[in-house]
């Protein structure tokens, strides 16, 4: 499968916990995005990189999230003591952008269920 | 920052009828405004794109229109099917910069056997 993974694809957890999220993006793809999408709602953008480095952060993204992409290549997403409001799809993006190009393609999504 | 809204939050057609979904956008900023489908359970794939240099665009039942001015653009869906039973979500981001797509709430499309 030559698309976008991410893994796992649900995580339920109880309050207070840590959890980890993986992305691989389309292979040489130079940008990944993380989004989140609640019940009825559409993706909101929470992040995103350009190769390894973490060009901007939304402000849905508080103190106990944490994003990486340590060498350009998969990402990482953590939230650390999970709050119930925290439960929601993520789902990561990623794209190849030039000037002209940026067509984002989604990966399946992490189901967070915090109880 | 950039607000898309999404109108009708739900519509139903009866197959083989025209589905039209309608978006505003509020950044003129914004020239790139892609559509997104999204079945139950699984990813948001882009079905039909535009970019501001033009005012429509076709693909096979697929089209969408692009107002500038009015900030304004539509899904246009022909000959439907119950395959295209789903949610649709448009979005909108500038090519340049960070690109990052700002969506709007989705519509829920039911097309009738």
């Known amino acids: 499968d030559t698309g976008v993974s991410q893994d796992p694809r649900h995580k339920i957890t109880k309050r207070g916990q840590n959890v980890t999220f993986r992305c691989d993006p389309i292979s040489e793809h130079n940008r990944l995005y993380w989004y989140r999408q609640t019940l009825g709602q559409g993706p909101e953008f929470l992040t995103y990189?350009?190769?390894?480095?973490?060009?901007?952060k939304s402000r849905l993204l508080s103190d106990r999230f944490s994003a990486e992409r340590p060498k350009g290549s998969f990402s990482t997403l953590e939230i650390q003591r999970t709050e119930q409001g925290d439960s929601a799809m993520y789902l990561c993006?990623?794209?190849?952008?030039?000037?002209?190009?940026?067509?984002?393609?989604f990966g399946p999504g992490t189901r967070l269920t915090v109880l | 920052g950039e607000n898309v809204e999404q109108h009708p939050s739900t519509l139903s057609v009866q197959e083989g009828d025209s589905a039209v979904i309608k978006c505003t956008y509020s950044?003129?900023?914004?020239?790139?405004f892609p559509w997104y489908k999204q079945e139950l359970g699984k990813r948001p794939q882009l079905i039909i794109d535009?970019?501001?240099?033009?005012g429509e665009k076709k693909d096979q039942r697929i089209a969408v229109t692009l107002n500038k001015t009015a900030k304004h653009f539509s899904l246009h869906i022909t000959e439907t099917q119950p395959e295209d039973s789903a949610v649709y979500f448009c979005a909108a981001s500038p090519l340049y910069g960070n690109n990052r797509l700002a969506f709007g709430k989705g519509n829920q499309v039911v097309v009738i056997p």
């Open positions: 993006a990623s794209s190849l952008t030039t000037d002209y190009y940026n067509e984002q393609f």
């Open positions: 990189f350009q190769n390894e480095a973490q060009l901007e």
């Open positions: 950044d003129s900023a914004s020239n790139y």
């Open positions: 535009i970019r501001s240099n033009v």
